[in-house]
């Protein structure tokens, strides 16, 4: 099997310091959570900007200043967000991409989200792609739901995406695809050949999906943005001990972990 790729998705849109305290909010405090889960063994850090009152914000200049403050302390592929928070404008959404990031994610589909509505029509994919195309930036195929797929397909399909394709699989979303290994399975095998993929299990389903991804090859993202509980009851103190906790496993299955190098082999980054 190939090294393993750990991403972390250290802080996200929707959380609140209610929701954990340690959430980080400000450049520095994103990038130290960011370097912290890298010396853990994270290759891939996914990131979202928080403005100065700590509110979701896709402006590119808080970005460039996050991304630069993780960059001198860690050699972590960077992933910027482009899905940001429900509430934002396409426009919006898609600014960081303007920063030429490695990767950035992109969700292929429209998915309930909780109370909310995840948007996003077929036109925003194919302006989201071409973004990301023309600025040299691989995507992350967000996959919500299963028909989330042959959206992205259907994108290669038009030559707006380059193989191989990189999905991840974000199960457990209240509104989309429930995590389970069946469901992981079936997108699996959904996939064309020659792509590679992560699973992201929201709330307490993130380290078994994480374990599965371990099992069946694939690969894994952990992080606040998508959990904030090491243990039922239990808040994870960041996001170091959820990365830590799946080297172990990985270590415990005889599968080694990928340092950002040979992670950026394995996306074809390089
Ligand atoms: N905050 C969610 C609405 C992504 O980063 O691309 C979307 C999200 C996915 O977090
Ligand atoms: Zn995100």
């Known amino acids: 099997m190939d090294k393993l790729i750990i991403t972390a998705a250290v802080v996200g849109a929707e959380l609140t310091r209610e929701d954990t305290p340690h959430l980080p909010l400000t450049p520095e405090e994103i990038a130290e959570e960011a370097r912290r889960s890298c010396e853990a063994g994270a290759s891939v850090v996914h990131l979202h900007a928080r403005d100065s009152e700590g509110l979701p914000t896709q402006d590119p200049e808080v970005y460039g200043e996050i991304i630069e403050r993780v960059r001198s302390r860690c050699d972590a592929v960077i992933q ?17 991409v303007s920063l030429k990031p490695e990767m950035a994610s992109l969700t292929t589909g429209t998915v309930n989200f909780g109370e909310d509505v995840f948007f996003n029509p077929w036109d925003l994919l194919v302006r989201f792609a071409e973004a990301m195309k023309e600025h040299g930036v691989k995507p992350e195929l967000e996959i919500f739901d299963t028909g ?23 199960l457990g979303v209240p509104g989309a695809l429930p995590a389970g290994v069946k469901n992981l399975v079936h997108l699996v095998e959904s996939l064309p050949s020659g792509s590679t993929w992560s699973v992201a299990g929201i709330g307490r389903h993130q380290l078994p999906m994480a374990a599965a991804a371990v099992i069946l090859g694939g ?10 509980f090491y243990r039922k009851g239990e808040l994870a103190q960041g996001n170091a001990p959820l990365v830590e906790r799946v080297v172990r496993i990985a270590r415990e299955l005889g599968r080694a972990v990928a340092d950002p190098d040979e992670a950026r082999a394995l996306l074809g980054l390089v």
């Open 80 to 96: 910027v967000s482009t899905g940001g928070a429900v509430h934002m404008s396409a426009e919006e959404r898609l600014a960081p």
């Open 219 to 228: 690969h894994a993202r952990v992080g606040l943005e998508d959990n904030i």
């Open 148 to 170: 989330m797929v042959a959206n992205a397909v259907r994108l290669e399909t038009m030559g707006l995406l380059s193989p191989p394709l990189h999905f991840d699989f974000v």
